[in-house]
């Protein structure tokens, strides 16, 4: 079998991965441990999100075409790929917090619902909290004043009352 034959599925398989993703993060390992990379890898795991390591080359070819082509020219070096097809910020968060618990591992760059971004980009995506705290907090604030202009109106109907 030829090399090319050998290497199409692994090609596939990466297109498919990304074939829906709302965002794929590109991550330098260079330096973590075993037990961190179990870690790291049980905890995309449990969050949905798919963290593999292919070859540069075949991520390159998986990537033409695609929202992801602009994470070309960081294929550098070690390069593992976070992908996420549910919560767009959510490769970019577990990396950051791995980070800030001493690991060794950083961002390399990423694509965030079709907008690249470098690595001070991402580390600001990582800030962004998920969608559901986001609308939580947008229906607390909007929460608040109804339910103090209600109150301001049973106070106004008690005092009436009196």
Same mark, same amino acid.
């Given at each position: %079998?030829?090399? =090319? ?7 596939? *398989? +990466?297109?498919? !991965? ?8 590109? =991550? ?14 049980? *905890?995309?795991? /449990? ?7 292919y070859k540069n080359t075949?991520?390159?070819? &998986? ?5 992801? *082509? &602009? ?22 968060? +577990? ?13 390399? &760059?990423? =694509? ?9 980009? %991402?580390?600001?995506? &990582?800030?962004?909290? @998920? ?6 907090? !947008?229906?607390? @604030?909007?929460?608040s004043p109804i339910t103090?202009?209600?109150? =301001?109106?049973? /106070? %106004? ?6």
């Amino acid at each position: %079998m030829a090399k =090319v034959e050998l290497k199409a599925p692994i090609v596939q *398989e +990466i297109s498919e !991965l990304l074939s829906d993703a709302a965002a794929a993060v590109l =991550v330098d390992y260079r330096g973590i441990t075993v037990d961190a990379d179990t870690k790291l890898r049980k *905890e995309m795991r /449990q969050n949905g999100v798919t963290y593999r390591v292919y070859k540069n080359t075949l991520l390159n070819i &998986a990537m033409k075409g695609t929202p992801f *082509e &602009a994470l070309s020219g960081d294929l550098n070096g070690p390069t593992a790929i976070a992908v996420s097809k549910g919560d767009a910020t959510l490769p970019a968060r +577990i990396i950051t917090n791995f980070d800030k618990k001493g690991e060794v591992i950083k961002l390399k &760059a990423g =694509v965030v619902e079709g907008t690249y971004y470098d690595q001070k980009g %991402m580390n600001a995506v &990582a800030l962004i909290p @998920s969608r559901e705290v986001l609308l939580g907090r !947008l229906f607390g @604030s909007m929460q608040s004043p109804i339910t103090n202009f209600a109150r =301001v109106l049973k /106070q %106004m109907a008690e005092k009436q009352e009196a």
